[in-house]
Structure formats: C-alpha cells, structure tokens
C-alpha cells in the first residue's frame, strides 16, 4: 500500500467554486506538486470534523475538480478577516486546535493588537505614528495638538474606510474613502456637525485615530511602499521585495484596491529625494523588514508572511502604517519584478515543506 501523500490546504472563503485568487492558488498547487506536497484549496465552514475530511478543489489537467480529500497535514491560512469572518472563526479555531495539523502562520487579528506589539520594542517604537482607540475625545484632542487626524477601522483591509478629518476655523474638511471604497469628500460645521457624522460612519466598527502625516509628494499624491517578507525553506526570515503604490491624487490612501498604480522603490526615491534622503530611507526600510517580523512573531506566534506598508513623509521620515498577516502580491506583477513575484508565490510551499520535513524528519 502506498504511503499517504503529504498534503497543504489553502484554507479561505469558498461560494460553492467561486473563490478569489484563483491564479495564486494554482502556481501554488504545481510549485507543491513538484515538491511533493498535494495542495487543495478548501473552506473552514466545508470541513467533516467527525469523519475528518473536507470538500475541496484541486487544480488538476487546467480546471479546478471538486473532491473530498482528507485533513491536511499543513494549512495555509487565507482567510481575510472582515466583517462575515465571524461565520469562520469557530471552524477556524477547531482547526487550529488540532494536534495533528500544523497551520504555517496564524493570522494577525487587528491593528490595535497589533500597535500595542510592535510599541513594546525600543527599536520599532520610533517607526509607529501614536495610535489610540477612537473616541469623540480622542479624536478632539488629536486634532487640537496636531490640526488634523486619520481614523482607520481596526479590521478594515484595502483602504476602506481610512478618513483624513482637518480642524479649518469653525469647520472641519472630511476625506476619504467610503465602505464601497470609493473617495469622498466634505465639509461639516462645527463640532456638532462633526459628531453627527462620525456617529454614522462609524456605527458598527471599531475605529483607531492617530495623527494625520503628510505621506505624499511635494505634489501631494499619495504613496506608500509594500515590503513582502516571507519564511524561506529553512525556516528564516527573507525579503522578497518591495515597491511602491502610488495614489490617485483625489485620495488620502495608496492602496492598488483603490485605484492606485506600482512602481518600482528605487526609481521613485530618487525622483522625489536628495541621495542622502533616499540612502536614509532605504536603510530604515531594510531596518523594518528585518526586525519587525522578527519582533512580532516572538510577541504573536508563528508567521509565515506579512505584507509591511511603510509611509514616507515628505521629510524623508519612515513610518510603519500597517501590517497584513495575508498579504497580495499584485504589487510586483505590476512593477515587472519577476524574481519576486516567483519567490512570493513559492516560499509558502517551500516553508511548509521546511515544517513538514521538521514534523516526521524528512517524507
């Protein structure tokens, strides 16, 4: 009788065969194929846990097949926390909860958690713009000492709902972008006015408010850079690259989901910096990509990727904006960075035969 296969499951939000990222998924399969491991993409809410299997989809002769497989041994986890994700969370948690399964990372579970992480080391602290939960009077007492503030939902992802607020007289100018992502702008009268409208956009979510910083050109289009960090097949931290994401100029935000465009870092800073600047940033760049994984995961549990978005001021200062657990790699298509595109399709296969072959000492 033949040994069992190893396998990998991407574990993310399925709708009966519909399920995003299609193409990713299915480099991944062929890379896993190649190193021995049967990769399917699944959904938590699909498992048996009486039977242990699950109803998935293997990409196989140019289709995506529906079949039942067994427990995987490893999961990738891609499922993006949002809104409906407290449909998947049990199922998650159970899984997670397995002894006989091993997940690569566990995913980051909001901003906040995050901020209060990364403030507890020396040397990331600089890097972090002050952040506290929103409130009417937090948001006040922002805007008093710096004349203008961002608030950001805690779990929002792509953009949404990041909203520049700017104290002018007895007015207060109010951008960004909506929960159809789309830009928006306005002006409200008085503190009143204010508080109407942020009872309304933020009826639901749960939001953070820090200082606003001018991460913009000299123009005043917005950008921030994207480094890819990823577990590599020997267990370690590695950069797979970074680029820059470039905002359409009627927007406070960067981000590709919003309309935004790529290009390259290097190019990019030295258009809008003096050599000394530029040198200085991407040292601080380099500095971020290589503690802060390093940090977080030390503070959070396994990782195996994150996707770090730094802003850039227009003084040259580094500021880490976010980090993302489940990061995209649409990014470096766009810049025309092969290398990197390959390493960030193929390093969770090659990290998850690195945990495998340290699970049962080689298959």
């Given at each position: 009788?033949?040994?069992?296969?190893?396998s990998l499951g991407i574990m993310t939000r399925c709708q009966g065969a519909y399920f995003?990222?299609?193409?990713?998924?299915?480099?991944?399969?062929?890379?896993?194929?190649?190193?021995?491991?049967?990769?399917?993409?699944?959904?938590?809410?699909?498992?048996?846990?009486?039977?242990?299997?699950?109803?998935?989809?293997?990409?196989?002769?140019?289709?995506?097949?529906?079949?039942?497989?067994?427990?995987?041994?490893?999961?990738?986890?891609?499922?993006?926390?949002?809104?409906?994700?407290?449909?998947?969370?049990?199922?998650?948690?159970?899984?997670?909860?397995?002894?006989?399964?091993?997940?690569?990372?566990?995913?980051?579970?909001?901003?906040?958690?995050?901020?209060?992480?990364?403030?507890?080391?020396?040397?990331?602290?600089?890097?972090?713009?002050?952040?506290?939960?929103?409130?009417?009077?937090?948001?006040?007492?922002?805007?008093?000492?710096?004349?203008?503030?961002?608030?950001?939902?805690?779990?929002?992802?792509?953009?949404?709902?990041?909203?520049?607020?700017?104290?002018?007289?007895?007015?207060?100018?109010?951008?960004?972008?909506?929960?159809?992502?789309?830009?928006?702008?306005?002006?409200?009268?008085?503190?009143?006015?204010?508080?109407?409208?942020?009872?309304?956009?933020?009826?639901?979510?749960?939001?953070?408010?820090?200082?606003?910083?001018?991460?913009?050109?000299?123009?005043?289009?917005?950008?921030?850079?994207?480094?890819?960090?990823?577990?590599?097949?020997?267990?370690?931290?590695e950069t797979t690259g970074a680029a820059v994401r470039v905002g359409d100029k009627r927007?406070?935000?960067?981000?590709?989901?919003?309309?935004?465009?790529?290009?390259?870092?290097?190019?990019?800073?030295?258009?809008?910096?003096?050599?000394?600047?530029?040198?200085?940033?991407?040292?601080?760049?380099?500095?971020?990509?290589?503690?802060?994984?390093?940090?977080?995961?030390?503070s959070h549990g396994r990782l195996v990727e994150l996707g770090i978005d730094l802003g850039?001021?227009?003084?040259?200062?580094?500021?880490?904006?976010?980090?993302?657990?489940?990061?995209?790699?649409?990014?470096?298509?766009?810049?025309?960075?092969?290398?990197?595109?390959?390493?960030?399709?193929?390093?969770?296969?090659?990290?998850?035969?690195?945990?495998?072959?340290?699970?049962?000492?080689?298959?």
């Amino acid at each position: 009788m033949p040994a069992k296969q190893h396998s990998l499951g991407i574990m993310t939000r399925c709708q009966g065969a519909y399920f995003v990222d299609k193409g990713f998924y299915r480099k991944l399969t062929m890379y896993g194929r190649k190193k021995g491991l049967r990769v399917f993409v699944f959904s938590p809410r699909n498992v048996n846990f009486d039977a242990r299997t699950v109803r998935g989809f293997e990409y196989r002769q140019g289709t995506w097949e529906s079949r039942v497989f067994p427990l995987p041994d490893l999961i990738y986890d891609r499922c993006f926390v949002g809104p409906s994700y407290r449909h998947y969370k049990p199922f998650v948690e159970r899984l997670q909860n397995d002894p006989a399964i091993t997940f690569l990372g566990h995913g980051l579970s909001g901003k906040w958690q995050v901020h209060k992480m990364l403030i507890q080391s020396p040397k990331l602290a600089p890097y972090l713009p002050r952040t506290e939960l929103f409130s009417l009077s937090t948001l006040r007492e922002t805007l008093r000492t710096h004349g203008a503030a961002v608030i950001k939902p805690i779990a929002g992802t792509h953009g949404i709902g990041v909203t520049r607020i700017k104290a002018m007289n007895d007015r207060y100018e109010i951008a960004g972008r909506n929960r159809k992502n789309q830009p928006f702008r306005r002006l409200v009268k008085g503190q009143a006015g204010l508080a109407t409208f942020l009872r309304s956009f933020t009826t639901g979510r749960k939001f953070l408010v820090q200082p606003y910083l001018n991460l913009h050109t000299p123009a005043g289009v917005p950008f921030d850079v994207r480094v890819l960090v990823q577990k590599n097949g020997d267990g370690a931290w590695e950069t797979t690259g970074a680029a820059v994401r470039v905002g359409d100029k009627r927007s406070i935000t960067s981000n590709l989901h919003g309309g935004g465009k790529a290009v390259p870092l290097s190019p990019f800073l030295s258009r809008h910096f003096s050599p000394e600047i530029k040198s200085r940033i991407e040292q601080q760049v380099s500095l971020l990509a290589n503690e802060l994984p390093v940090f977080l995961e030390q503070s959070h549990g396994r990782l195996v990727e994150l996707g770090i978005d730094l802003g850039i001021d227009t003084d040259g200062n580094v500021w880490v904006i976010e980090v993302n657990s489940r990061p995209g790699r649409t990014v470096f298509r766009k810049i025309g960075d092969p290398q990197a595109r390959l390493h960030s399709i193929t390093q969770p296969v090659r990290y998850a035969h690195y945990l495998m072959q340290a699970r049962v000492g080689g298959y």
